[in-house]
């Protein structure tokens, strides 16, 4: 069992940054592909970004790709995900997930309860 904590969220401006983090505990975290999922008022959760165990290989989503950046510390057992040049359109809950597959995958098994991200215009 993994257990995945979100931080970061908060109400920023478009044009503005955030970062948020992910803490694990549990298993053995680096053994584990980590991904961030987004999920928005009426719409099905949808992948964000994934990072390999070794944090070598990355994988975007297109509505994010050059805006946002998916990173983790293996000492630390986290992952971040920092969001530059935020947009209205990326308000959403922001879910953190650890899976058994190599990236690209869609397939997490590990969740966290999210953190919500608002991005006014």
């Known amino acids: 069992q993994v257990h995945l904590v979100e931080s970061g969220g908060g109400l920023v401006q478009a044009g503005g940054s955030l970062r948020l983090s992910c803490a694990a505990s549990?298993?053995?975290?680096?053994?584990?592909?980590m991904a961030w999922f987004r999920q928005a008022p009426g719409k099905e959760r949808e992948f964000v970004a994934g990072?390999?165990?070794?944090?070598?290989?990355?994988d975007y989503a297109d509505p994010v790709k050059g805006r946002f950046t998916i990173s983790r510390d293996n000492a630390k057992d986290t992952v971040y995900l920092q969001m530059n040049s935020l947009r209205p359109d990326d308000t959403a809950v922001y879910y953190c997930?650890?899976?058994?597959?190599?990236?690209?995958?869609?397939?997490?098994?590990?969740w966290g309860q999210g953190t919500q991200v608002t991005v006014s215009s």
């Open positions: 990072i390999s165990w070794s944090g070598g290989s990355t």
């Open positions: 997930a650890a899976g058994r597959y190599r990236i690209p995958t869609r397939s997490y098994d590990y």
């Open positions: 549990g298993r053995t975290f680096s053994n584990y592909p």
